[in-house]
Nanobody, 125 residues
């Protein structure tokens, strides 16, 4: 497991952009983001694999969010554009030590062995 520290959350208006960062204490094979609204299940947002930079996105954010990595700094960034009120949630950084995460299982929480504390993102209409 690695320690994860998120930053960059806040309050913005609909249509604005926001950038989340996650710094890891060590190397993992993949990092990504989940989000959760009170009373709902935590849901997958995006994932990037360190090897090859292959990414996956939830359908709800595809085309608006971009996940990227800085290998040297063990940091992952989630660039969120064209934000909508329904993007409001606590965003959690995740990391996986699994050498292989098939695309059809990226939404399953069991594949991730490190979780951050979460950062609040609020989008007003």
């Amino acid at each position: 497991q690695v320690q994860l520290v998120e930053s960059g959350g806040g309050l913005v208006q609909a249509g604005a952009s926001l950038r989340l960062s996650c710094a890891a204490s060590g190397r993992s094979n993949a990092m990504g983001w989940f989000r959760q609204v009170p009373g709902k299940e935590r849901e997958f947002v995006a994932l990037i694999r360190w090897s090859g930079g292959i990414t996956n996105y939830a359908d709800s954010v595809k085309g608006r969010f971009i996940i990227s990595r800085d290998n040297a700094k063990n940091t992952v960034v989630l660039q969120m554009n064209s934000l909508k009120p329904e993007d409001t949630a606590v965003y959690y950084c995740v990391a996986s030590s699994s050498p292989l995460i098939p695309s059809n299982v990226v939404k399953e929480r069991s594949w991730y062995d490190s979780w951050g504390q979460g950062t609040q993102v609020t989008v007003s209409s």
